[in-house]
């Protein structure tokens, strides 16, 4: 059986592939860490839901990276998970210019 990884690893050899992988990068990396965070406190995605008095199904649009969450809804995300949210700035490289 291949693992996840393996074929992730393979498929980055392709340039298309690579190019839209890093294009939303930063959409999964954001998703990845609010799965983190309420897995950190314990939660299932129906708690947090509740927590936030919003639908088991707006959590998961939020962890699957499908929805753009505003600066409100992560903060109420934070306080949820009894977390502190942190918006960094960080340079990018040359590619970035």
């Keep these: 059986m291949t693992k996840m990884k393996d074929l992730h690893a393979e498929w980055m050899k392709d340039d298309e592939y690579r190019k839209e992988y890093e294009a939303l990068e930063e959409e999964f990396a954001l998703a990845h860490a609010m799965i983190e965070a309420r897995a950190k406190a314990g939660l299932t995605q ?5 927590r936030m008095d919003t639908s088991q199904s707006a959590i998961a649009r939020l962890e699957s990276g499908r929805m753009k969450p505003s600066a409100r809804t992560l903060e109420r995300f934070a306080r949820a998970t009894g977390t502190h949210l942190r918006i960094t700035f960080e340079p990018m490289g040359r590619a970035g210019l």
């Design 46 to 50: 129906e708690e947090l839901a509740q």
